[in-house]
C-alpha cells in the first residue's frame, strides 16, 4: 500500500516563526502536492512538484514555500507565520498519469497564536 | 481549465435512506474522475475513480457512481446509507494534462 506520512499531527506555533511541515511518501510518485483546507473552501492548492528539484506554484502559494531535494519528501515552508495560516494541511502524492489517484497523509492541523 | 462542482455542500439522510452526492464537472474531453471521502480529522481516501472503462464504477464501502457523459456529472450513490457514511465527500477530475481539480466537498450527516 502506498503511504504518506506527514512529520506531525498536530501543530502549534507563535506568529513570526518559520514553519516546516513535511511529506513523506514510499511508492517512488513522481507528483507531490500541499493543499490547505478550510471549511466552506474545500482543498485549495499551494505548490505541487512534478519531480525532484521541480516546483509549480498552485492557487494560493502567497507566503509560503516548498523544497524538493529527493523524491520521497517534499516540505512546506512557512516563512513567517501568520494567524490567517491558521488551517489542515495536506500532502499528497501521485504517480505521473492522467488517470491515477492522488494519496494523501492524514494532514497536519496548525495553529498560529 | 476543468471546473467541478459539487452541489450541496450539506445533505442530510436517515439511516437506511438513498444516499446521493451531487457531482458535475466542465470539460471538452473525457476526463478521469474520482470520489474522496475524509473522515473527520484525517486525510483523504479514495472511494471510487473511472478511468475510461465501465461507466458503472463500484468503490469501496458500498457507494457507486455512474459517468453520464452527455450530463458531464458522476455522482455519487449508495443504496443504504450507515452512520459510519457520516464524513465529507470530495469529487475531483483529472485532464489530459494530468492537472487535478477538487469541488468544494459535500457533508454527509446520517440521521439514525
Known amino acids: 500500500d502506498v503511504k504518506v506520512t506527514q512529520s506531525s499531527r498536530y501543530l502549534v506555533k507563535r506568529t513570526g516563526e518559520k514553519v516546516f511541515l513535511e511529506c513523506v511518501q514510499d511508492?517512488?510518485?513522481?507528483?507531490m502536492f500541499w493543499y490547505r483546507q478550510d471549511p466552506g473552501l474545500g482543498l485549495r492548492l499551494i505548490y505541487f512538484?512534478?519531480?525532484?528539484?521541480?516546483?509549480e506554484k498552485g492557487d494560493i502559494p502567497e507566503g509560503y514555500s516548498v523544497s524538493r531535494e529527493k523524491k520521497e519528501r517534499f516540505s512546506l515552508i512557512l516563512e513567517s507565520a501568520s494567524t490567517n495560516q491558521t488551517s489542515m494541511y495536506l500532502c499528497?502524492?501521485?504517480?505521473?498519469?492522467?488517470?491515477?489517484?492522488?494519496?494523501f497523509g492524514p494532514g497536519t492541523r496548525l495553529t498560529v497564536l | 481549465a476543468q471546473s467541478v462542482t459539487q452541489l450541496g455542500s450539506h445533505v442530510s439522510v436517515s439511516e437506511g435512506a438513498l444516499v446521493l452526492l451531487r457531482c458535475n464537472y466542465s470539460s471538452s474531453v473525457p476526463p478521469y474522475l474520482f470520489w474522496y471521502v475524509q473522515y473527520p480529522n484525517q486525510g483523504l481516501q479514495l472511494l471510487l475513480k473511472y478511468t475510461s472503462a465501465a461507466t458503472l464504477v463500484k468503490g469501496i464501502n458500498g457507494f457507486e457512481a455512474e459517468f453520464k457523459k452527455s450530463e458531464t456529472s458522476f455522482h455519487l450513490t449508495k443504496p443504504s446509507a450507515h452512520m459510519s457514511d457520516a464524513a465529507e465527500y470530495f469529487c475531483?477530475?483529472?485532464?489530459?494534462?494530468?492537472?487535478?481539480?477538487f469541488g468544494t466537498g459535500t457533508s454527509l450527516t446520517v440521521i439514525p
Open positions: 511508492m517512488d510518485h513522481e507528483n
Open positions: 512538484s512534478y519531480d525532484v528539484k521541480m516546483k
Open positions: 499528497a502524492s501521485r504517480q505521473l498519469a492522467g488517470n491515477n489517484e492522488q494519496f
Open positions: 475531483a477530475v483529472s485532464d489530459p494534462g494530468n492537472q487535478f481539480y
